[in-house]
């Protein structure tokens, strides 16, 4: 495989991930422990900063309700604040060692927000993989303009970089599609 092509095929799969990982963060009407995961909390006094998924295990617990469980029993208190005063506008609630999280429903409005949200996200990473195949095209003209591949070479890579800037502009839509299902799933 040309190095060029191999190059574009890694950079579009890396913003694909990307896209992936940031869409797990926004919030749908059901529970999933991604979107608590990442949120740093302040622990021990405030001593260190850590990752949620660092200090306890985060399951679900049926399709409203987020279970939390700290390693370490001393951190309920300081997750339980950092949860609150996180723009995310969830409530937890502790019993025990066990901190739990429910999902209000989301409305029409919000839904529509997060929809927009998702769509803005959606155009970034294709603009992402177009700019990939941009910079690819320009790769193969300069080495056509320097004569190290020939007109038929350089005829055959675009059309590479062209079905693969297809495959994963069509991966992305599907991805789209997907979470606009979840949001509107009530």
Do not use: C, W
Not at 30 to 37: I, K, Q, Y
Not at 41 to 63: C, D, F, R
Not at 161 to 181: A, G, N
């Amino acid at each position: 495989m040309d190095p060029i092509i191999s190059e574009l095929k890694t950079l579009s799969q890396q913003t694909v991930s990307h896209l992936k990982e940031d869409l797990k963060t926004i919030r749908t009407g059901r529970a999933n422990p991604s979107m608590l995961e990442s949120m740093v909390i302040e622990v021990y006094g405030g001593q260190s900063k850590l990752k949620l998924m660092e200090l306890a295990t985060i399951t679900t617990e049926g399709p409203s309700t987020i279970v939390i469980m700290p390693f370490d029993p001393s951190t309920v208190g300081d997750i339980e604040k950092s949860i609150l005063k996180s723009p995310i506008g969830f409530t937890p609630r502790t019993q025990g060692t066990r901190i739990l999280v429910a999902i209000p429903p989301l409305s029409e409005e919000q839904r529509q927000k997060i929809t927009k949200v998702v769509n803005s996200k959606i155009e970034e990473k294709k603009v992402a993989v177009r700019n990939h195949r941009d910079d690819a095209r320009k790769k193969i003209k300069q080495q056509f303009e320097s004569k190290s591949i020939s007109e038929d070479q350089k005829y055959r890579l675009e059309k590479e970089i062209d079905t693969l800037t297809q495959e994963f502009t069509s991966e992305i839509h599907r991805i789209k599609e997907q979470k606009d299902k979840e949001i509107m799933e009530v």
